[in-house]
Each structure stands twice: as structure tokens, then as C-alpha cells.
């Protein structure tokens, strides 16, 4: 049987991490569904070194580990005098690393559009840009709620590696409480329902988002 009464002696810390983890995960997903559409329509695009430059950064993002790319935020910037906390640090290395898996289910959705729809939408006089913005980016988003859906879902669950950098989200209270209560398994159960809780709906309203975008094709 879990120990409830860790759950309510400890419940100000739970609620603490739960809030930081949510005002991580939220301005993280807004911050990389940002950037992940703009290194989309950069990497389509017909100028060569806003290609190369997507490229290379969606290559360097997906194939270093996330761990690093927050070391580098909280760690590495201060060695060139910019010194970022732990709840800035996390939200940045989070977006930074979801923008580019997002850049490419993004390009995917894009590419899974008529190209001639982009021919139309330049001959009624509109630019490059605003063909995207307007024509080729709604069509596209909705082909790709389902791998948009997964990548928010696994930024909210990479939001747990803020403990490292004492970003008192859940895992670091998560660590506290168990380093004082000297009891493991039953505070990482109850980390783990309160990701659920932060889970569980987001994953019911992609869901819902998909069935009616489905049913409005």
C-alpha cells in the first residue's frame, strides 16, 4: 500500500514541482512549435543557405543528447558572462531540442500538400511567405496533429531532466523528498500521477483535436 501521509506532509512541495513542470512544459511547447515551423518552412525553402542553415541545426539538435543542450544553456553560457537560471535554462533546452523534431513533422505535413496549390496561391499575387502562412501551413498542421501530439507529449515527460540542474520541478522535489523521507517507491509513484495528470488530458484533447479536424475534411 502507498504511504498517503508522505503525499499530504509533503503536499506544498508536490504542488510546487507540479506548477514549474507545467509552466516549463507550456512555454517550452509554445517556444518549440514557434521555432520548429519556421526551421520547417526555412528547410523547404528555395534559398540555399536558409536551407543549409535548418539543416544543419535539425541535424545537430537530433543528434546530441538533451542532457547537453541544457548543460550548455545553464553550464556553458555563463563562461561568455550571460547567466541563466535553472527554470530558463530548462525551458530553452527543452524548446530547443523539441523545435527540431517538430521542424520535421512539420515538412512532412507541408510536403504532403499539393505543390500546386503553392503554384496557385503565387499566381493570385501572393509571396512566398504569405502563401505559407495563409494556404500551405493550416492544410499542414492538420495532417500532422498526431506526430505534433507525441512530440508534446514526450516534452512534457523531458521536462523531469530540470532536476538535474535543480530546476525544482517534480524529479527534484521527487529527489528531496526521498533523500528525507527515506521512502523511494512510493514518491516516485506519486511523481509519476502527477505527470499523468499533465499527460493524460493533453493526450485526450490531441485526440479529440484529431477526430474533429477528420470529421470537418
Known amino acids: 500500500m502507498l504511504d498517503f501521509s508522505i503525499l499530504i506532509e509533503h503536499k506544498k512541495e508536490f504542488l510546487a514541482g507540479f506548477l514549474t513542470t507545467l509552466e516549463v512544459s507550456l512555454l517550452a511547447l509554445v517556444l518549440s512549435l514557434i521555432l520548429g515551423t519556421v526551421l520547417a518552412v526555412m528547410k523547404i525553402s528555395p534559398l540555399k543557405p536558409l536551407k543549409g542553415l535548418a539543416t544543419v541545426y535539425i541535424e545537430f539538435i537530433q543528434n546530441?543528447?538533451?542532457?547537453?543542450?541544457?548543460?550548455?544553456f545553464y553550464f556553458g553560457l555563463p563562461a561568455v558572462g550571460i547567466q541563466l537560471n535553472p527554470f530558463?535554462?530548462?525551458?530553452?533546452?527543452?524548446?530547443?531540442?523539441?523545435s527540431a523534431y517538430i521542424a520535421e513533422a512539420i515538412r512532412a505535413g507541408?510536403?504532403?500538400?499539393?505543390?500546386?496549390?503553392?503554384?496557385?496561391?503565387?499566381?493570385?499575387g501572393l509571396t512566398y511567405m504569405q502563401t505559407m502562412l495563409h494556404i500551405i501551413l493550416p492544410q499542414a498542421i492538420k495532417v500532422v496533429i498526431p506526430p505534433l501530439g507525441n512530440q508534446f507529449l514526450n516534452l512534457v515527460m523531458g521536462s523531469a531532466i530540470l532536476g538535474s540542474i535543480s530546476g525544482k520541478d517534480l524529479m527534484y522535489y521527487g529527489d528531496?523528498?526521498?533523500?528525507?523521507?527515506?521512502?523511494v517507491f512510493d514518491v516516485y509513484i506519486f511523481v509519476a500521477l502527477f505527470y499523468l495528470i499533465l499527460t493524460v488530458p493533453l493526450s485526450l484533447f490531441i485526440?479529440?483535436?484529431?477526430?474533429?479536424?477528420?470529421?470537418s475534411d
Open 176 to 183: 528531496i523528498i526521498s533523500s528525507d523521507t527515506f521512502v
Open 110 to 124: 507541408i510536403q504532403a500538400v499539393s505543390h500546386g496549390q503553392v503554384e496557385a496561391g503565387r499566381a493570385s
Open 88 to 98: 530558463i535554462s530548462g525551458t530553452l533546452g527543452l524548446a530547443v531540442y523539441s
Open 207 to 215: 485526440n479529440y483535436l484529431e477526430r474533429k479536424l477528420s470529421a
Open 64 to 72: 546530441t543528447p538533451l542532457l547537453i543542450q541544457i548543460f550548455f
